[in-house]
């Protein structure tokens, strides 16, 4: 008969087998409490290129983050009002909430609508994740899809509750350009706890060939959790940085309602040539993808 000695180096687990034993919802991401000044420093840096992100406490404060979304609501009543479905050919995704307020999920451009968003990602702090970005960086807030605001709920009439597996590298492969080095920068306005779903991403994958972008998983249409998978958590006012290339998805809230409510700012960052859009441009083809996946 064998026996198993549980003695030696063996006997005690790593982080990573010790994680694994947890469950899922519980492997939240530990990481040192980042602030950010005047510039990233070498720890920060090196940091999001190990692990593919990073989370900056405090960003803002609370007042700050009040009158922002003071600010993206009265954007999101206007575009109601207006009845738009699109915006420089971008669709909004648009939900109902249990007392029939329509509302926007998914808005974009938000920056083009409100002076004062204009003016919170003008700060110069955000210069100093432009610069880490790579040299020529800018924040393009008329290309692509321009300043993102999500906003997941939980709740019947929600038409953005969670999003599948994806790397937002994909965009660069639908507008026929190869993946940058794609940093998302995300601006919390709700805290975001694992109870109300929120990112889920795979440590490392930033780092994989362009091919395992494209096969690792189906984009979009995957939406199980991955025994491998971390939670990202957050408070209202903290930034988050992820690599464009590594694999990720939203989960949804077990909260429902108001308590579901998870509202975050995704900021363009670019490089090479400017291609600004207008009313006139068509809905860009990841979109019809997600859209063919069930995501607005
Ligand atoms: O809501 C988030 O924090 C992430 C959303 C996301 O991954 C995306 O819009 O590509
Ligand atoms: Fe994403």
């Known amino acids: 008969m064998t026996t198993i000695e549980m003695t030696g180096p063996s006997a005690t687990p790593t982080d990573a087998e010790r994680a694994r034993l947890l469950p899922r919802a519980n492997r939240v991401i530990q990481m040192p409490s980042f602030h950010l000044d005047e510039r990233l420093t070498k720890e920060q840096i090196e940091f999001l290129d190990t692990y593919g992100f990073i989370r900056f406490k405090a960003f803002a404060t ?3 983050v009040r009158e922002l979304i003071e600010e993206i609501e009265a954007v999101d009543r206007q575009i109601i009002s207006e009845g738009r479905t699109q915006i420089n050919g971008v669709p909004l995704i648009i939900g109902t909430k249990k007392d029939g307020t329509r509302f926007v999920q998914r808005m974009v451009f938000s920056s083009l609508f409100s002076p ?4 919170f990602i003008r700060d110069p702090l955000f210069k100093s994740i ?3 970005a790579g040299p020529g960086y800018r924040i393009g807030e008329r290309e692509r899809d321009g300043l993102v605001v999500n906003h997941f709920r939980h709740e019947e009439g929600s038409s953005y509750k969670k999003l599948g597996w994806h790397t937002d ?5 639908f507008y026929f350009e190869k993946p940058r080095k794609y940093l998302n920068v995300g601006f ?11 990112v889920r991403l795979l440590p490392f994958t930033h780092k994989q060939p362009i091919a395992g972008l494209l096969t690792h998983k189906m984009h979009f249409l995957d939406n199980e959790p991955d025994e491998d998978e971390y939670a990202i958590e957050a408070e209202a006012g ?3 940085i992820h690599d464009g290339r590594i694999w990720h ?3 949804q809230a077990t909260l429902t309602g108001d308590a579901s409510t998870r509202r975050v700012m995704y900021l363009p960052l670019m490089d090479g040539p400017l291609k600004e859009k ?8 990841y979109l019809k993808l997600r859209k063919l996946a069930g995501h607005g």
């Open 130 to 132: 432009l610069e880490i």
């Open 169 to 173: 590298s994909l965009r660069d492969i």
């Open 238 to 240: 903290d930034l988050t």
């Open 116 to 119: 004062k968003l204009a003016e």
């Open 62 to 64: 609370k007042a700050k």
């Open 278 to 285: 207008n009313e006139n441009s068509s809905a860009p083809l």
């Open 249 to 251: 998805r939203v989960a």
């Open 188 to 198: 919390y306005f709700d805290d975001s706890p694992v109870t109300k779903g929120g």
